[in-house]
Nanobody, 118 residues
Framework: VQLQAFGGGLVQPGGSLRLSCSASGSIFSINVMAWYRQAAGKQRELVAS???????NYADSVKGRSTISRDIAKNTVYLQMNSLKPEDTAVYYC?????????????WGQGTLVTVSS
């Protein structure tokens, strides 16, 4: 299963970005789609996740400023980020966990850089 992420870039503090990540390949079902981020010199951390049932979970640092959503038909997950802060600067990675009908998989996207700076 391959993931391709889009939407990163340079944005001013207070601005917004929408990240998207599409999964392709041998996919029978998807259990969880998530976004992680890794800032320079820091460990990768969970930003937000959404289950097959639509349950969402957010890191405290982005709660109220970000919304995760998905298009089941397109195997795509989105992350809308508003009121961006310099501390949101990081490489953002999508992660998808599911099954190809025989085996489970967990795949990572290539990462997309978000830079929040004036």
């Amino acid at each position: 299963v391959q993931l391709q992420a889009f939407g990163g870039g340079l944005v001013q503090p207070g601005g917004s970005l929408r990240l998207s990540c599409s999964a392709s390949g041998s996919i029978f079902s998807i259990n969880v789609m998530a976004w992680y981020r890794q800032a320079a010199g820091k460990q990768r951390e969970l930003v937000a996740s959404i289950t097959s049932g639509g349950r969402t979970n957010y890191a405290d640092s982005v709660k109220g400023r970000s919304t995760i959503s998905r298009d089941i038909a397109k195997n795509t997950v989105y992350l809308q980020m508003n009121s961006l802060k310099p501390e949101d600067t990081a490489v953002y990675y999508c992660n998808v966990a599911g099954s190809d009908g025989i085996r489970t998989f967990g795949s990572w996207g290539q990462g997309t850089l978000v830079t929040v700076s004036s």
